[in-house]
């Protein structure tokens, strides 16, 4: 059949009557273009639905390689745009028939895109993950005792992974513990806060514990102070890591699209 | 040896060296962002990631819950240097406890095939548990 093209948004931006950026590649290669309307600009590329359809993406989303590839290049997109205005970035893989629509979009949405808009003009997201981790040597394992090749191996493996394990949950508590108060602390300073679900070691690439996966948006200014505040919270047992700035990927629930309970500030 | 294979056992498929991968922003994270969060436009839209079914193994590691993570601690004891450390011990106890076995079930092979598969199973339920 014919190949039928879709057009995908990548984020939706304040229209500050600035040139577009012109140089801007999106996914699979497509140029990125500028749709304006209603005070809003759209930022949308054309795709074609052998790649962007819904069945050929069922396979495509399990290609780690692809979903690598399209996840980075529309995260560069949104970050390319966020430098000179507002934006709000849209969920990854946002398809549209034309361009027609997007403008309708933009056009209906003009109040919840501004709104959201505002929230975050000049403010970056900063996000906080901790880390439990093993506080010092754990007592030394009881070897078995000097019956050898008598004594059970298994028992007494079992009885180590008992202990270890005790341990490890008295780490985590504690962790916990030091995971809500920097939430605290942290969500007091910023303009708004969420506390996401925290990310398997999968995702985050670390065996540690992960205790929080929090997201805090700050004032342009205040990044250094944020810093600090974090450093002066940072104790033994946990680890601490801070990215951004990001471009606020956190707070631009619209009002009619917040499906979770956690409703903006 | 035992331990050095078992120490890895959710990273099998090779992804996570890359999911971690350094540079000024990885790849978790911003998988985490585009898949997660941003603007979620219902309506009329011709493709979005609501109407498909996120339940690949890759799209539940994106998005884990707090359960499966729950359950992952579960085998802490597997990743620890500690135990890790004391590894030799265990990897010896076990070989002495295998050959053991071997001499006692040789005439039921299969023991030790099922042994294994249900070592297996249980590291799939930790991936596989999420939502």
Known sequence: MASEAGTYLYAVATDLDKPAPTDLTGVSGGAVRVISHSGLVAYVSTVSLDEFGEEPLRTSMEDLDWLSRTARTHHQVVETVAVSAPTAPVRLITVYSGDEQVEDLLRRRREDFSEVLARIAGRWEWGVKVYAEAVGPPSSPETAPGGGEETNPGTAYLKRRQASLRDREKDRRHAVAAADEIHETLSAYAVAARRHRTQDPQLSGRQEWMVLNGAYLIDGDNGEEFTRILDGLRKPGIQAELTGPWVPYSFTVTADAAGGPDGSG | ?131
């Open chain 2, 1 to 131: 040896m035992i331990e050095s294979k078992r120490s890895t056992p959710g990273t099998g498929r090779g992804g996570s060296a890359s999911l971690s991968g350094g540079g000024a922003s990885n790849l978790g994270d911003i998988l985490e962002r585009v898949l997660d969060r941003g603007v979620v436009i219902a309506g009329d839209i011709r493709v979005n990631l609501l109407d498909i079914e996120l339940l690949t193994i890759k799209l539940r590691l994106v998005i884990a819950s707090v359960d499966t993570a729950k359950e992952m601690g579960i085998d802490w004891w597997e990743h620890d240097p500690w135990l890790n450390g004391g590894g030799r011990h265990l990897a010896e106890e076990n070989k002495r406890l295998r050959e053991r076995l071997a001499v006692l079930e040789e005439d039921r092979p299969t023991l030790e095939a099922r042994d294994a598969e249900s070592g297996r199973e249980s590291q799939a339920e930790v991936t596989e548990h999420g939502e």
